[in-house]
């Protein structure tokens, strides 16, 4: 089964995952990091059925300065059931994203990463995209142990879809040519912001 095949068929059922507790996280501890501001233009990566939106709507009222993307048509057709509003939706792989160069001002990657196939190539695109002094901020609301765990349990096409070392998912953002790169990984969260 190809990985974009496994997130077509799960699309229907994605949202059964969201919890009080993680609406909690996403609230209080994931996106205060990116210091939203109304005017922002944001890019959310991976991003699924578009759980974030009712948090970033909250944020940027211009909702046309929202731009969801993922790989999997079925999550983005989900995502626009739930929102019918001005929000721009994109079906596109995160390696060879068909928007210009210097457009977003924050970027973020909620629990998705690990689904990239070429991860520092995506870093690479998203560096491209991103303004300067923009953020990135690449983001789960469990622990890196906790992510890489689940997807062995679930294997198939995502029993290898883990995180790298800390050591290592740093020298690929430096790479891709990242700045400030801070990580942090407890039992509440795991995340990497940077500035380009």
Known sequence: M?????????????????????????????LPLLNLQSNDTILDIGSGTGVLVPYLSKYIKDHNKITELDFSQSMINKAKEKFKNNINYLVSNVENIPIDDNTFSKAIIFNSFPHFEDKQKALFEIFRILQNNAIILLAHSDSKEIINARHKKVGGIIADDIFQSNDDMSFMFKKAGFKNIKIIDNNEVFYIKAIK
């Open 2 to 30: 190809k990985r974009k095949h496994f997130f077509d068929i799960n699309a229907d059922i994605w949202d059964k995952d969201i919890c009080p507790l993680k609406e909690n996280k996403i609230v209080n501890l994931i």
